[in-house]
């Protein structure tokens, strides 16, 4: 509720939805392990069916040089830099960096989605809410701050 956790796949595919991706949308998702990846990544995966990672888009030999963490974050940080749009759904130094990088190279006019987590989460503790009414308040969330929405 304190907006420090990152966000779960089911909420970042809400969240994307949302605000107007869809399921024809391609998605990259940069990361390292995760917890219970099948179970977890399936309300993304049905939300995004074109969703890839280094790990669909290249084989376990062409990753194979890569294979210690700070190489294989490298390969997710080189889609990251230079994708349409980067959303992040975690502090720490990856995205920092990454936000810093995309501004430089784009002259500032990087397209960012940095969501304020803590009303993301007071919106997803609503057992109550309905879509119309989510969609709603999150396109109001990205107009109203548009500064840490889209850069």
Known sequence: ?????PLSP????????GMGFNNNTANYLASGRIYKAEKNMAPLLEMFRLLQTKETLASDE???PFKNFSR???IDYSVCVHSEVFVTTKGGNFPHFLIGHRR???GGHAKIIKPDKRRLAILFDN???RWKSLKRQLITLADQYE?????
């Open 1 to 5: 509720m304190n907006g420090k956790c």
């Open 72 to 74: 294989m974050a490298a």
């Open 62 to 64: 062409d990753l194979s």
């Open 127 to 129: 057992p109550c809410i």
């Open 104 to 106: 430089y190279l784009y």
């Open 10 to 17: 089911l909420e970042v595919g809400l969240m994307l939805r």
């Open 147 to 151: 500064n840490a929405w889209r850069c």
